[in-house]
């Protein structure tokens, strides 16, 4: 059954109204009737079985014959802070972190970052982009709520925003001990925690002093294995590992 993204706004008592690109791929792409039956997601984790009821130039009516909490989220808020990297390779990791189930995405700016965003045009418009991929990504892989993208913002920053989660861990060249590792993540989710979050550096990694800053706000430093990744890399591996512990587990 095909499946549309809405604004919550979009959805009004029993009717669900569909708009503009949604609006022309249902009458002039699929060439869709009244009758016919689609997934309506409001992006909040809501799942809406709809039927098509009237098909006009300005919008799409449908009529709610259920609704049900998405079954494609993980039973935990994961917040990717991701160190700014060079080119593209933002977009990359935001679609990609999208698909392995990440809540949000946050921009950060290091010691070691080459990248700056310092004019505010420019950076909004890099905003857009980012959060373009990011709902891109939730619909190809069906998730039940658009990640946001917010605003890039220093590390001490993102460390205060951290300190809201039930758990931080960053993965550091420097730490030893994948069995420790696989053994917090596991203990994390025999708690049941309700939020992680994961920090990446850029290119070259953290320094020292940021880790160290970091652990005094409670972050625990972690390997990810012998090899050194890239920064590409790094937050990928690490949102599969939670991925696939937190999704077997019991909430």
């Not at 049941?192 to 625990?220: C, D, L, M, N, Y």
Request: glycine share 6%; proline share 2%.
């Amino acid at each position: 059954m095909y499946r549309f993204y809405v604004e919550i706004d979009a959805v009004d008592g029993q009717k669900v109204r569909l708009t503009g690109e949604d609006n022309n791929h249902i009458r002039n792409v699929l060439r869709m009737k009244a009758g016919d039956e689609i997934i309506v997601c409001d992006g909040c984790g809501m799942d809406y079985h709809c039927r098509l009821e009237e098909l006009s130039r300005e919008q799409v009516e449908a009529r709610i014959l259920s609704k049900s909490l998405s079954c494609t989220e993980l039973p935990v808020r994961i917040v990717l802070f991701q160190g700014m990297p060079k080119k593209d390779k933002m977009e990359l990791i935001i679609q990609k972190a999208v698909e392995l189930g990440v809540a949000e995405v946050v921009p950060v700016s290091t010691k070691r970052t080459i990248v700056k965003l310092e004019d505010e045009k420019k950076e909004q418009k890099k905003l857009e982009r980012w959060q373009a991929i990011a709902r891109a990504a939730a619909m190809q892989s069906m998730r039940g709520i658009v990640p946001k993208v917010k605003q890039v913002c220093s590390f001490a920053e993102a460390l205060k925003y951290a300190k809201e989660l039930d758990a931080v861990l960053i993965p550091y060249e420097n730490a030893r001990g994948i069995v420790q590792a696989r053994e917090l993540i596991k203990e994390l989710a025999k708690k049941r925690v309700h939020s992680v979050g994961i920090f990446i550096g850029p290119e070259g990694g953290f320094e020292e002093a940021e880790i160290a800053q970091a652990g005094e706000t409670g972050a625990k430093t972690i390997t990810l294995g012998r090899r050194i990744l890239r920064t590409e890399t790094a937050g990928l591996v690490a949102l599969s590992l939670l991925m696939f512990v937190f999704e077997q587990a019991e909430y």
